[in-house]
């Protein structure tokens, strides 16, 4: 089992590497908000807690193992970055990307909330979004081996939600069904349209014979 390092605020601040000018606008506990920074950040194993990014750029960070818990991140690019094994928990995500990132494990989200997060060029074994509460998300031009939905939170009526994938390599989907039958509006091109067809279909068993 991975043991993960508690990281505190004093600490974040001065392992992240700044090309821009960055504020620090409000202390309160162990809490931070990093403001209009870009750069690297480099930590494996780490447990990042109670921080919140706004209008920031991660590039060509390596965060592998590490876990987000209590975070929020709005307006945030992880640009070119390893996020292997990166888990986030109870975080909150609004007009993010993750853009030309890999994860040559599994990046998980648990309890998570998506109000526009775009996942575009990311390569990864496992995608997983387990017991979140999905707004926005768009996932496009990636390569993903195993994408998993599960426990995806119905929304309050009045509140909108929509899935769009398009132009990405799956070699398996789960939940999707699930997902649908919940209400949430799924988009997908021509070309998933075909492949969701033939994946769901072998899930439940069915198999295509040659004619």
């Not at 987000?68 to 996020?83: A, W």
Request: charged share 20%; proline share 0%; net charge negative.
């Amino acid at each position: 089992m991975q043991t993960h390092k508690r990281f505190a605020a004093d600490e974040l601040v001065e392992q992240i590497h700044l090309t821009a000018d960055s504020e620090i606008s409000d202390w309160f506990s162990a809490n931070i908000e990093l403001t209009a920074m870009s750069g690297s950040f480099d930590q494996m194993s780490e447990e990042i807690l109670n921080v919140s990014w706004h209008n920031c750029e991660l590039s060509q960070s390596r965060l592998t193992a590490s876990v987000f818990k209590n975070c929020q991140f709005r307006q945030v690019v992880f640009n070119n970055c390893d996020l292997s094994a990166v888990t986030f928990i109870d975080c909150q995500f609004k007009d993010c990307v993750l853009l030309d990132s890999k994860c040559t494990a599994y990046l998980s989200f648990i309890a998570c909330s998506f109000a526009g997060l775009t996942l575009q060029g990311l390569t990864a074994e496992i995608l997983e979004a387990q017991d979140c509460r999905i707004y926005h998300l768009s996932i496009s031009n990636c390569n993903i081996d195993q994408l998993r939905f599960a426990g995806i939170e119905k929304l309050p009526s009045r509140s909108s939600s929509k899935v769009m994938i398009v132009k990405t390599e799956l070699a398996g989907i789960g939940g999707i069904t699930q997902m649908a039958n919940k209400g949430e509006q799924i988009e997908i091109d021509a070309q998933l349209w075909t492949l969701f067809g033939d994946l769901l279909l072998r899930q439940i068993g069915i198999h295509q014979i040659d004619s």
